[in-house]
């Protein structure tokens, strides 16, 4: 959900309103994916009503004597549900004297049609790493001391003069290869076949669990769309 509309009764503020605005889209909300509808999926046609929006509204009046800043914090919502998901994403500044006052509306969307929709900030895949080496083929001091100082990622250690690989180091391991070339081969670097490491991290609007499950639901959707639509098709 994503603020999408945005209604400027008053800016004070040196910000134009058409970035106030943008502004305002940005910021990521918490997210009630089961009592709101898509508005092109919802009953009113995308007019706006209870089930596809929710308002949210900003007065600020500067009565001190020095400029304040406008946080997120001080957007009131109509449902309690939906908020932003940090009170203190900074908006605006405005002088002494000086007021904004604004009603917005928020509504759920795809982030394909807009990046303000995205539930996620980091979406990626990478191959597994595999690092082998046998430990007695590595004896020159000098060698082992650059392998451990060598890799970025800081995945080797000296334990009783012996080189060791860091349990997690899958984690971590971006397979730079920097061990292999710095040990004549004798550590080889290798990716597991068909395995992968996915990350994803959300930016709050919504639970991971929620994320990952919405995800292979419309993944399966997708799936079963594409089969029907094989079927009808002669081949
Ligand atoms: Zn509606």
Excluded at 106 to 118: D, P, Q, W
Excluded at 124 to 142: A, H
Excluded at 148 to 166: A, D, G, H, R, Y
């Amino acid at each position: 959900m994503a603020i999408d509309e945005v209604i400027i009764l008053k800016n004070d503020s040196p910000l134009y309103d058409e970035i106030l605005a943008h502004r305002l889209g940005m910021i990521p909300l918490k997210t009630d994916i089961q009592n709101y509808n898509l508005p092109q999926d919802c009953s009113c046609g995308g007019f706006g009503c209870p089930l596809c929006q929710t308002s949210l509204t900003c007065e600020v009046i500067n009565d001190t004597n020095k400029p304040i800043v406008v946080y997120s914090g001080d957007l009131k919502s109509n449902d309690p549900n939906i908020i932003p998901v940090n009170d203190k994403i900074p908006i605006l500044k405005i002088d002494k004297g000086s007021k904004i006052i604004l009603e917005c509306y928020a509504m759920l969307g795809l982030a394909k049609n807009h990046v303000r929709f995205s539930a996620v900030s980091n979406c990626f895949y990478r191959y597994y790493p595999i690092i082998t080496f046998n430990e007695s083929e590595i004896k020159d001091q000098d060698e082992k001391d650059l392998i451990v100082k060598m890799c970025p990622e800081q995945l080797f250690e000296l334990s009783n003069n012996t080189l060791k690989l860091k349990e997690d180091y899958w984690k971590t391991c971006s397979l730079c290869k920097a061990c292999e070339r710095n040990s004549e081969e004798k550590i080889k670097v290798d990716k597991k076949e068909d395995t992968y490491i996915f990350s994803l991290e959300s930016d709050g609007v919504l639970p991971f669990e929620v994320i990952i499950k919405k995800t292979f639901e419309i993944y399966r959707e997708k799936i079963e769309e594409f089969l029907t639509k094989l079927e009808g098709c002669e081949i």
